[in-house]
């Protein structure tokens, strides 16, 4: 049950984009109509299934002290594997999606591989070795961020589509008004705060 | 008469023209990487409820800013196209390897309660998006001096936001109590997440309400 836990924590309460400002970059970016969003939400999903346990499996059998050898860590190559793992999976998350979708890769466009530098892809990996989570956390922990992150995504870009007829000033058009929204949601999330999952599922 | 051949005018790159000066000064206001490049906006917000890690996380950003263009401009010339993004990857995220190292080693206080931002260095949108559009065709020189200028662009918003937050949120400034606990009840909404939102919002709302060149950007 910890693993549902876990889940429920990472996508409403302790939400990538809203509680840790992970993937803002993107995030602002593509949140101009929902469909794009959707799309991109997905693909982060996906990633981040991926990268969270495979990533773990080499934190903990590979990088770990006495893995391999006995009494070396080689914790100080974590950064740069982590990041390799994650290219080499949107590159093939990629070319997945030219095949099956081409109009969704075309959406798109320049933000697909720019997963890679997603500040939550790596930010979730980050927190599972911190948090030091087992298999089934870490699993739980990155599918359950990737659905935090494509909710905001959809709910901002949402809001925006029907702010486009609101009569907001004009300097705080766009970007300025993206934050403040943001942040509006982030105060309703909050009220998530202190939930413990664990009082429900057990 | 012979055909003389006129030789090609070499470009001519000084040291601080106007054109370094223009790198320096550009990303301060008119460019500037978080409110009109939208880049490194994640850790902006994060990393800003004091001004001591918010100043940390400036200077990490900048050296690593500044030395991957350096690098990246000096090899630009010969990194096979199809690989160029680990290539990238690879050189940030060893500097950034070495800037977390040495805060572990150096300044462990700051370093906890930076904790998983250092490492998301690399995946900073300032970071890659710099070298893709600037160290990948120019010069180490103009390269180096434009990480320095993008990290400083950054750096300043970061201060203004985590002085505004401080200030409000606790009542001290870098640890130097302003607003005496006497008569000041900090206001912790500063010291939430949202807060950080709003304010960015809001110096958005200021820039381009000054700055009206840059009304109508998204």
Known sequence: MDALNIFIKAAFIDNMVLAYFLGMCSYLAVSKSVKTALGLGVAVVFVLAFTAPVNWIITNKILAEGAIIEGISFDFLGLIIYISVIAGLVQFLEMFIEKVSPSLYNALGIFLPLITVNCAILGATLFIVAREYNFAEATAFGIGSGVGWMLAIVALAAIREKLRTANIPAPLQGLGIAFIITGLMGIAFMSLLGLNPATYFG | ?218
Not at chain 2, 3 to 18: H, I, M, N, Q, R
Not at chain 2, 73 to 97: C, D, E, F, N
Not at chain 2, 120 to 136: K, P
Request: aromatic share 8%.
């Open chain 2, 1 to 218: 008469m012979a055909d003389t051949k006129v030789a090609p005018k070499k470009e001519e790159t000084s040291l601080f023209g106007t054109k370094e000066r223009k790198l320096l000064t550009d990303p301060l206001n008119d460019d500037n990487p978080i409110t009109v490049q939208v880049l490194g906006v994640c850790s902006a917000l994060a990393v800003t409820s004091q001004v001591k890690p918010a100043l940390i996380m400036a200077i990490g950003l900048t050296v690593v800013t500044a030395m991957s263009n350096l690098v990246i401009s000096m090899m630009r010339t010969s990194i096979p196209p199809a690989i160029r993004m680990i290539v990238q990857l690879l050189v940030v995220a060893a500097l950034v390897q070495v800037v977390s190292d040495g805060l572990q080693a150096f300044m462990y206080d700051v370093y906890a309660e930076l904790s998983v931002f250092i490492g998301l260095i690399i995946t900073n949108c300032i970071v890659m998006g710099r070298l893709e559009a600037f160290a990948m065709a120019n010069k180490p020189w103009q390269s180096f001096i434009d990480g320095i200028g993008n990290g400083l662009g950054y750096g300043v918003i970061l201060i203004i936001m985590a002085t505004i937050r401080e200030i409000l949120g606790k009542g001290t400034w870098f640890g130097i109590t302003i607003l005496s606990p006497e008569w000041y009840v900090p206001n912790n909404l500063m010291l939430l997440p949202c807060a950080s939102l709003f304010l960015m919002g809001v110096i958005i709302w200021i820039q381009r309400g000054f700055n009206t060149k840059l009304v109508g950007k998204s």
